[in-house]
Nanobody, 120 residues
Framework: EVQLVESGGGLVQAGGSLRLSCAASGFTFDDYAIGWFRQAPGKEREGVSCISSSDGSTYYADSVKGRFTISRDNAKNTVYLQMNSLKPEDTAVYYC?????????????WGQGTQVTVSS
């Protein structure tokens, strides 16, 4: 059974940092790209970042470039999202997802999400 479990969310003041983790099981982790998405109340889910399976290429939404860093540890079947200089507009539920490529429509497995709240 494919499972993706997010952790590391919480409440932080603006300017602070959090590190999210996405622990995967039930599939060959090395073969899959992992993406992070977020959804704020009343808004559509948006892509935040992605790391490929092949060469570890990384992609970021313009809104988080320079502040967020995605990385993966294939030995631990885990992907991390280091979030620095957090802003109130980063408040959302953050989800990780697995797919063959960093293409939104190809993500077929999703975690349950972790809440990130940034206070001003």
């Amino acid at each position: 059974e494919v499972q993706l479990v997010e952790s590391g969310g919480g409440l932080v003041q603006a300017g602070g940092s959090l590190r999210l983790s996405c622990a995967a099981s039930g599939f060959t982790f090395d073969d899959y790209a992992i993406g992070w998405f977020r959804q704020a109340p009343g808004k559509e889910r948006e892509g935040v970042s992605c790391i490929s399976s092949s060469d570890g290429s990384t992609y970021y939404a313009d809104s988080v470039k320079g502040r967020f860093t995605i990385s993966r540890d294939n030995a631990k079947n885990t992907v991390y999202l280091q979030m620095n200089s957090l802003k109130p507009e980063d408040t959302a539920v953050y989800y990780c997802a697995a797919g063959p490529f960093c293409i939104r429509e190809r993500f077929g497995s999703w975690g349950q999400g972790t809440q990130v709240t940034v206070s001003s």
